[in-house]
């Protein structure tokens, strides 16, 4: 029997967009990844016209929020797509990490015809970083990004799948 927390993905809905925006906080250095933290990211989950048909959210069995993802298709290189992603903050930390990259991986085969997913993730979140190498994800380089009013640098990461 499958025991898996991440039941059901749709796109998000206006109601679980400010749940993420407004209530999830995180602990310590991951507090970087708080919407609140980046006005760019906070403006864009909250308003259903910049999300697009780009996020999705994943709930579990009793329909509670507990993860969200969204897709960027690559303009230049149209077999690739960029995955941001996030676990409810209670969540983070148990494990949960290489089930749901799998998740979403499969979401994507199941509906859409891109080859290489990319991941763009902070350098400091060595936990992360080990999740996606485990899930078979290669650093392809690092990129310096302004994001919560400085600059931070990233590892580029991508799977072929």
């Not at 310590?28 to 048909?53: C, H, T, V, W």
């Not at 298709?73 to 409810?88: C, I, M, N, Y």
């Not at 990490?97 to 902070?122: P, R």
Request: net charge neutral.
């Amino acid at each position: 029997m499958n025991k898996s927390i991440f039941r059901k993905i749709a796109l998000l809905s206006q109601k679980n967009a400010r749940i993420i925006a407004d209530e999830w906080h995180y602990d310590g250095q991951y507090a970087f990844y708080d919407m609140k933290n980046d006005q760019e990211d906070y403006d864009e989950i909250i308003s259903p016209k910049l999300r697009k048909n780009n996020y999705f959210q994943v709930l579990d069995t009793n329909d509670n929020l507990v993860a969200f993802f969204c897709l960027d298709p690559d303009k230049k290189k149209r077999e690739q797509v960029e995955v941001g992603l996030g676990l409810a903050p209670n969540l983070t930390g148990h494990g949960l990490g290489s089930e749901f990259i799998t998740v979403i991986e499969n979401f994507v085969k199941d509906n859409y015809d891109y080859q290489v997913i990319v991941l763009s993730v902070a350098d400091f979140n060595l936990r992360a970083i080990k999740v996606y190498q485990r899930a078979g994800y290669v650093k392809r380089n690092t990129e310096m990004v302004h994001s919560n009013g400085g600059s931070y640098k990233f590892d580029i990461m991508s799977k072929k799948i």
